[in-house]
């Protein structure tokens, strides 16, 4: 059966794709339909802005990460019960991995899922030339997915003029456009974390109905109806008993692939969420403890202060209890962040290092076969001054490395944000261990 899909797309970074997105998201959900979102690439930002903001099922589609048939696996399962799903690009439409590759780029996901592509093209300061360059964008594949075109930052009679002359020269459909408004601008990238307040859903049913009126709704569906139908081998999943394990999950930590959490809960996780900065003490008669990534170095004092917390913890994993800790979950481990007391279970000491440390995909290379392969991202700011040998991190070009990830009795922890689905055997080896786990 076809799923009504759209992916919304630029011409590069800053062209409008997230705004649009948002927009048009907003639209469908004001006519009453169930709309599932999606994003292109290993960002958590927007997906979660999907959710806590627009208020729906988001997840990320990232073609590094999965192979083939799990990105169309995945997919069917994300929208199997939506009207339409709408997934936001990622960078210019055929930006991958590398200067010379589209390799995991949106376009990629479109040509591989059979997703009609619409294309965000920033009209400011140009007029014929938009032709040139969605021409070139267009031709530069022989399928290139591209269905329709919306323009941003554009005035509503350049609009008029400017659609008929689009439309003759490239053969596209121009289905809509978005003014040029300040109220339409999302300020902080920390945004997707905070609870929906009133300023924000202002803007956003302003999007809303904006879309509705320069934005053909009506068209877009019906580009979104000619998604080919997701074809794919299901995949095997081990389901194990079941077995309680403790997520952390509050301002501070809340970077978390929800293909990760959802394929724990297949293999037999009971997730029972917790917050380092709020709650006493631990979930009771777990058997596992999982601490994702977030914003820990905006929260220092509360999570300092929370001296049982840190307690428990350290006294957990010192029993053997194993755990994983990604990025800011790795810095809470650590001795202190910024000064401030953490857990404690590695000696380390996390600081500013005032510059993007380490960046993009990477797999790991290990003697532990269940984690050697497994794929991930890295993007932080702050540093620590032993990030561990256990593994070496590996760029996609093979060019790059460095030593990452630290080993305590059964606590794994490191920079690399992990997507499980690239290697299912890291998730059923860390579930086994917590079946295992005896206080």
Known sequence: MKKPRLIIGGAGSGSGKTTVTCAIIKALVRRGLKVTAGKCGPDFIDPMFHEKILGVSSKNIDLYFQDRNTARALLNEHTKNSDITVIEGVMGYYDGMSFDSSTASTYEVAFETGTPAVLVVNASGMSLTLSAVI??????????????????????????????????????????????????????????????????????????????????????????????????????????????????????????????????????????????????????????????????????????????????????????????????????LNKAIDGYDMVGIFDGNVFNAEKLTRFGYISLKSNDSFLDGIKGHEFHYWDTDNNGETCLAVKPSGKRNWKCMRKYKNTLAGFPHLYYYSKPEFAEEFLNKCRGYKA
């Open 135 to 332: 021409n070139g964008l267009n031709d530069f594949r022989d399928n290139s997915m591209i269905k329709g075109i919306i323009l941003n930052n554009i005035k509503a009679g350049t609009y008029k003029m400017l659609k008929p002359v689009i439309e003759k020269e490239t053969g596209l459909p121009v289905v809509g456009y978005l003014p040029n408004n300040a109220d339409f601008v999302f300020e902080s990238r920390y945004l997707g974390l905070k609870l929906p307040d009133e300023e924000v859903l202002k803007k956003i049913e302003l999007l809303g109905k904006t879309a509705e009126e320069t934005i053909d709704i009506d068209n877009l569906l019906l580009i979104a109806e000619g998604s080919d139908e997701i074809f794919y081998e299901d995949m095997n999943i081990n389901c194990g008993s079941k077995v309680k394990i403790a997520v952390a999950m509050d301002k501070a930590f809340c970077f978390y692939y929800k293909d990760n959490i959802e394929l724990l809960e297949k293999m037999g996780a009971d997730i029972i969420y917790f917050s380092p900065i709020n709650d006493s003490n631990l979930p009771d008669d777990i058997s596992g403890i999982i601490i994702g990534g977030g914003y820990p170095e905006l929260y220092t004092e509360k999570l300092s202060a929370n001296r049982e917390m840190l307690r428990q913890l350290k006294h957990n994993i010192e029993s053997g209890m194993p755990c994983l800790a990604e990025c800011g979950g790795f810095m809470y």
